[in-house]
């Protein structure tokens, strides 16, 4: 059975980095199979990337990035933003399944 374990969030001051670990096991996924979204303080959860795709909000501050050894995804997020403070997951799809990690949060204080 496939899983998706996210790490790396944490607390970060505006205009910090932090990167974000998604490893996938049970399943190979391909780097356009799998992405983030996120979900701020009470509102619904959004797209950030997948593949070649970002959100507008984040283009050219984050960068998604797949390491096939060890069967990761990364997100490289550059320049946060208070209102990029959520709960991050991991997305992945396979034969039509959509699967998803438990999540991981990063708060970014101005």
């Given at each position: 059975q496939a899983q998706l374990v996210e790490s790396g969030g944490g607390w970060v001051q505006a205009g910090g980095s932090l990167?974000?670990?998604?490893?996938?096991?049970?399943?190979i996924f391909s780097l356009n199979s799998m992405g983030w979204y996120r979900q701020?303080?009470?509102?619904?959860?959004?797209?950030?990337?997948?593949?070649?795709n970002y959100a507008d909000s984040v283009k050219g501050r984050f960068t998604i990035s797949r390491d096939n050894a060890r069967?990761?995804?990364?997100?490289?997020?550059?320049?946060?933003?208070?209102?990029?403070?959520?709960?991050?997951?991991?997305?992945?799809?396979?034969?039509?399944?959509?699967?998803?990690g438990k999540g991981t949060l990063v708060t970014v204080s101005s």
């Open positions: 990167r974000l670990s998604c490893a996938a096991s049970g399943i701020p303080p009470g509102k619904l959860r959004e797209f950030v990337a997948r593949g070649t069967n990761t995804v990364y997100l490289q997020m550059n320049s946060l933003k208070p209102e990029d403070t959520a709960v991050y997951y991991c997305y992945a799809r396979f034969g039509g399944i959509d699967y998803w």
